[in-house]
């Protein structure tokens, strides 16, 4: 069965770094676009960024650009997401999901707390 | 930004009952592929989100009939024909059709 468990969430200073992974087991993770969505506390969805099965195609929301990576490792089945320029707003649960046009599985989310 | 407005954000139901959600969306979501990327999803307090319907009305594997989704180019409604205890939680819809993909705010269902 399809499973995607994210791990790196944590307590960080603003103006801090931080990487998320999410490994990816069940299904044949170099075939499948990615997806990084994240929620704040008490808020709604909000798509972040998207990478395609080779890495040739990546996108980003405005609010991540610039501070934000999104890669993978096919070979390790595993999808990153590093964050710089950590502020207050990026405080949220980040969960990972397949075929970001669809969002047809998630992981289980690591929460992200910027505060000093 | 596609801007994704749900309504009602809070719908109170009595079990049994019937129940709508309403998606409009400020863009056509037909992409180049014909298809519409209009998902629902359910989400439950401190559980990741699940998807009931994608690509407007197909259901999935494993979610009950009276979930039922509808619509077409930018007016979308899931219904739910007999809502159960376990239906309770926000229901959001997502637009897969245009970057960046966008959801609507999210309505809440909750028992009257």
């Known amino acids: 069965q399809v499973q995607l468990v994210e791990s790196g969430g944590g307590l960080v200073k603003p103006g801090g770094s931080l990487r998320l992974s999410c490994a990816a087991s069940g299904f044949t993770f170099s075939d499948f676009y990615m997806t990084w969505v994240r929620q704040a506390p008490g808020k709604g969805l909000e798509c972040l960024s998207y990478?395609?099965?080779?890495?040739?195609?990546?996108k980003y929301a405005d609010s991540v650009k610039g501070r934000f990576t999104i890669s993978r490792d096919n070979a390790k089945n595993s999808l990153y997401l590093q964050m710089n320029s950590l502020s207050a707003e990026d405080t949220a649960v980040y969960y990972c999901?397949?075929?970001?046009?669809?969002?047809?599985?998630w992981g289980q989310g690591t929460l992200v707390t910027v505060s000093s | 930004d596609v801007v994704m407005t749900q309504s009602p954000l809070s719908l109170p139901v009595t079990l049994g009952q019937p129940a709508s959600i309403s998606c409009r969306s400020s863009?056509?979501?037909?992409?180049?592929?014909?298809?519409?990327?209009l998902n629902w999803f359910h989400q439950r307090p401190g559980q990741s989100p699940r998807r009931l319907i994608y690509k407007v009305s197909n259901r999935d594997s494993g979610v009950p009939d009276r979930f039922s989704g509808s619509g077409s180019g930018t007016d979308f409604t899931l219904e739910i024909s007999r809502v159960e205890a376990e239906d309770l939680g926000v229901y959001y819809c997502m637009q897969g059709t245009h970057w960046v993909f966008t959801f609507g705010q999210g309505t809440k269902l909750e028992i009257k």
């Open positions: 990478i395609s099965p080779s890495a040739g195609s990546i």
């Open positions: 863009q056509s979501l037909v992409y180049s592929d014909g298809n519409t990327y």
């Open positions: 999901s397949r075929d970001p046009r669809l969002l047809d599985y």
